[in-house]
């Protein structure tokens, strides 16, 4: 249990504390405020890793949470409603407890990568960045991954040329 739902937890029975007829909205039998907060603090708390989809998915769940549930977009998932990119996403089967956990606990969104093909050239080469920051040429299977950033700062003649990286 997260200290967020801690508190949330401790905020719900003392609201709820409050609708039981007694000394101090509390039955003198029942379980004091002080020892139910004393059991809150003594769950165990865990550590939510943090999340990271695409930004597909982010979108997805930011639009369809405000209007639905988790079960409702499940079944849309399962139902392949959506495009060949959503879809293909969703074959990988831990994909559906990595959407899950997002929904309930909250994600970032992977920032989306590129290859650059050297351009004009008649074999396919890609860069790379060298040590001393110079871009050279590679094949595609050693070919470095850029965000949209490094590309405009390496490649800003011809960022066009760039190529998404499948996830």
């Known amino acids: 249990m997260t200290p967020e739902e801690k508190a949330k937890l401790k905020a719900k029975a003392c609201k709820e504390s409050q609708s039981i007829p007694?000394?101090?909205?509390v039955y003198e039998d029942m379980i004091s405020m002080y020892d139910l907060y004393q059991?809150?603090?003594?769950?165990?708390?865990?550590?939510?890793?943090?999340i990271e989809v695409p930004s597909f998915i982010g979108r997805y769940i930011q639009k369809t949470k405000a209007n639905?549930?988790?079960?409702w977009a499940m079944q849309d998932i399962l139902n392949d409603l959506h495009d060949d990119e959503f879809n293909a996403w969703f074959e990988n089967d831990s994909n559906f407890e990595?959407?899950?956990?997002?929904?309930?606990?909250?994600?970032?969104?992977k920032e989306q990568?590129?290859?650059?093909?050297?351009?004009?050239?008649?074999?396919?080469?890609?860069?790379?960045i060298n040590l001393i920051g110079v871009p050279k040429p590679t094949k595609k299977w050693e070919a470095q991954k850029f965000t949209l950033e490094e590309i405009d700062k390496y490649?800003?003649?011809?960022?066009?040329?760039s190529e998404k990286v499948e996830e």
């Open 113 to 128: 990568l590129y290859i650059m093909p050297v351009p004009y050239t008649e074999e396919a080469y890609y860069f790379e």
């Open 22 to 25: 007694g000394i101090g909205g």
């Open 39 to 50: 059991i809150i603090d003594d769950m165990p708390e865990i550590e939510l890793e943090e």
């Open 155 to 161: 490649f800003p003649k011809i960022k066009e040329f």
């Open 68 to 71: 639905r549930n988790l079960k």
């Open 98 to 109: 990595v959407f899950a956990k997002a929904w309930m606990y909250g994600y970032t969104e």
